[in-house]
Every structure is written in structure tokens, then in C-alpha cells.
């Protein structure tokens, strides 16, 4: 069974600062994984999709890794903004192929 | 249209109510899904609809009873809820299942839904 687990929990950064946010997957079998950003009281907005046969995508300020073999995947922000807090939620794809499951997200705050 | 919509937006009930939420896509998906957001708890998958057939089902109590009469539109009718029920449900759908390679996931705003 998949279980998804997101370190640390919460971050404060200063703007400006690169940052980095993790996230470990138990099945590495997966057939993708997708980072997503929450705002508060809000729905889930897409940032990145990694498919099994790729190890990065890009957008932006933002780069998703992602490395089967140990389970891992990293979501690297560059020169961050204040714009840019809210919580970052990590999803890896079930056994089956049928859905995502979350791990509970990384709080970001940026200060200004 | 925003290409997920959820409606209604807030909803308060009693515990012997009888409501539903909506969701409507505008994207031309294949496959649809109801998720569960409490506090301090990961989200929770409840149910997941491909080409209207339901293929997941996540150990949901039955008094939440999803349904979908098309590709477009999805359901989550709600009877005598509990107040631990109380929570943010999000609808998702995606071109085809998130297995595949366009299985990526994009949400609507959320319905959130207080018992009393």
C-alpha cells in the first residue's frame, strides 16, 4: 500500500532563499507523482508532473526530482517570494493506477 | 468557467439531513474523483469514476453515496452525516486515470461542509 511522507512539516524563509521540500514514497513502483500547491481554504493547483521514466521537470522557479530507486522526490524553489507561501503537497500514484495518495504537506512561509 | 467547479461552496447540516455537493468538469475528462481534506490528516481518497464507472472505493461509510451520470458531472449525496464528517471534500478529474500518462490531477475550490 502506498504511504507518502512529506519533511519538515513547516519552513520559514526568509525571501530570497533557495529552499528545498521532501517527499518519500513506500512502493517505488509508482507511475508518477505530482507536487501540488494549497492556499489556505482553497483547492489543489498543479505544479509539476514527474512520470516513472523521467527524473526532473521544470517550471518556472520550481524543479521536481524525482529517484525511484530510493523513494524520493525533492521540490527545489529558487529565490523564493512571499507569494510563494502556502502548502506544497506531494502525491504518488497507487498500486492499482487509479489515484493519487497525499502525504499530509510542507507549509511554506516566505517573510518579506 | 474555471475548469473544475464545485458547488455549493460552504454547506451546514443537521446529522438527519439529507444534501448532496457537485462537482462539474469543463476539461473533457475521462475520470473523476472525491477526496476528503480534514485538519492535520492527509487527503483522504473516497471515491474515483473512469468513463463513469466507479473504480475505487475506499472504505467509505455508506451514508456518503457517490454518483455519475456522465463524464462531465459527479455526485456525493449525504445522509445523516456525524459531525467528525465535517470536513473540505475535493473533486478532481484527470484526462484519463492518474496511472496513465495524461493522469494529471487538477482540483476544484472544495465544498466545505459543516455537520451540526
Known amino acids: 500500500k502506498q504511504e507518502v511522507t512529506q519533511i519538515p512539516a513547516a519552513l520559514s524563509v526568509p525571501e530570497g532563499e533557495n529552499l528545498v521540500l521532501n517527499c518519500s514514497f513506500t512502493?517505488?513502483?509508482?507511475?508518477?507523482l505530482q507536487w501540488f500547491r494549497q492556499d489556505p481554504g482553497k483547492g489543489l493547483t498543479s505544479l509539476l508532473l514527474i512520470q516513472s521514466s523521467q527524473r526532473e521537470q521544470t517550471s518556472g522557479r520550481l524543479n521536481a526530482s524525482l529517484d525511484k530507486s530510493s523513494g524520493r522526490s525533492t521540490l527545489y524553489i529558487a529565490a523564493s517570494q512571499p507569494g510563494d507561501s502556502a502548502t506544497y503537497l506531494c502525491a504518488a500514484c497507487n498500486q492499482a493506477g487509479t489515484a493519487l495518495i497525499f502525504g499530509k504537506g510542507t507549509t511554506l512561509s516566505v517573510s518579506s | 468557467e474555471t475548469g473544475v467547479t464545485q458547488t455549493p461552496r460552504h454547506l451546514v447540516m443537521g446529522m438527519t439531513n439529507k444534501k448532496s455537493l457537485k462537482c462539474e468538469q469543463h476539461l473533457g475528462h475521462n475520470a473523476m474523483y472525491w477526496y476528503k481534506q480534514s485538519a492535520k490528516k492527509p487527503l483522504e481518497l473516497m471515491f474515483v469514476?473512469?468513463?463513469?464507472?466507479?473504480?475505487e472505493n475506499n472504505s467509505v461509510p455508506s451514508r456518503f453515496s457517490p454518483e455519475c451520470p456522465n463524464s462531465s458531472h459527479l455526485f456525493l449525496h449525504l445522509h445523516t452525516l456525524q459531525p467528525e464528517d465535517s470536513a473540505l471534500y475535493l473533486c478532481?478529474?484527470?484526462?484519463?486515470?492518474?496511472?496513465?500518462?495524461?493522469?494529471?490531477?487538477?482540483f476544484g475550490e472544495g465544498s466545505r461542509l459543516t455537520v451540526l
Open positions: 469514476y473512469s468513463l463513469e464507472e466507479r473504480v
Open positions: 512502493d517505488s513502483a509508482i507511475y508518477n
Open positions: 478532481a478529474s484527470s484526462q484519463e486515470l492518474v496511472g496513465h500518462l495524461s493522469g494529471e490531477l487538477f
